[in-house]
């Protein structure tokens, strides 16, 4: 499986765009990257998905460069809601018992 | 519909006690998987199963036992509570893994467990 690495935690001002970079060396070539988000007190939110490049959805948009050894999940103008922990997850698509290991994730605090 | 659905929420056991942690889904899913969160920490897999009849097992397995005799629900039992198993237990389903889709984890509340 392979190991991510992020931030411990970020902070930010309301109104600002927020990069969270997580680096994953060992990325298998059928390994995909997901973003998921998780409030105090409830369980993890999916936000996005991609493989490679670029992917963009209603709430965030994930940066992917060719060797795909990291990946950034990019906030555009995030208010006080965005507060939370973001974890990366690395998984095989094409494993159809694929465990899904959460690492220590990034605490993202917004402030006003 | 409910979506993901843990029962109890909250409970408090003694040491050496014994209890089953219930997991519930209606959206038809293959996969379901028991997770559990430490204070400060992040998620890690206990067990999960591919499909109805079938357990195997994650990072942190021992001490815990699992059953799915129905596709809809997965049962997490403590045989024996120990202290260090205090902890917040979160369920989760997906359609199927990552082979078809996005493989979207749908997670429960969670069921928050103090062992004294």
């Known amino acids: 499986l392979a190991k991510t690495t992020q931030p411990i935690s970020m902070d930010s001002y309301e109104g600002q765009e927020v990069n969270i970079t997580c680096s994953h060396n060992?990325?298998?070539?059928?390994?995909?990257i997901t973003w998921y988000q998780q409030f105090p007190s409830q369980g993890p939110r999916f936000i996005i998905q991609?493989?490679?490049t670029k992917v963009t959805n209603e709430v965030a948009s994930l940066f992917i460069p060719a060797d795909r050894k990291s990946s950034t999940l990019s906030l555009p103008r995030v208010s006080l809601s965005d507060t939370a922990v973001y974890y990366c997850?690395?998984?095989?698509?094409?494993?159809?018992?694929?465990?899904?290991?959460f690492g220590g994730g990034t605490r993202l605090m917004v402030k006003p | 519909n409910a979506g993901v659905t843990q029962t109890p929420k909250f409970r408090v056991l003694k040491t050496g006690q014994s209890m089953t942690l219930l997991c519930a889904q209606d959206?038809?899913?293959?996969?379901m998987y028991w997770y559990r969160q430490d204070p400060g920490m992040g998620l890690r897999l206990i067990h999960y199963?591919?499909?109805?009849?079938?357990?195997a097992k994650g990072e942190v397995p021992d001490g815990y036992n699992v059953s799915r005799l129905k596709k809809q629900n997965f049962l997490l039992g403590l045989e024996s509570a120990a202290p260090s198993q205090t902890s917040v237990y979160f369920c989760?389903?997906?359609?199927?893994?990552?082979?078809?889709?996005?493989?979207?984890?749908?997670f429960g509340e969670g069921s928050r467990l103090t062992v004294l």
């Open positions: 959206m038809n899913h293959e996969y």
């Open positions: 989760a389903s997906s359609y199927w893994g990552l082979s078809r889709g996005t493989g979207e984890l749908f």
């Open positions: 199963s591919v499909g109805e009849g079938t357990t």
């Open positions: 997850l690395v998984g095989d698509k094409n494993n159809a018992g694929n465990m899904l290991t």
């Open positions: 991609g493989y490679k």
């Open positions: 060992n990325i298998a070539t059928n390994d995909y």
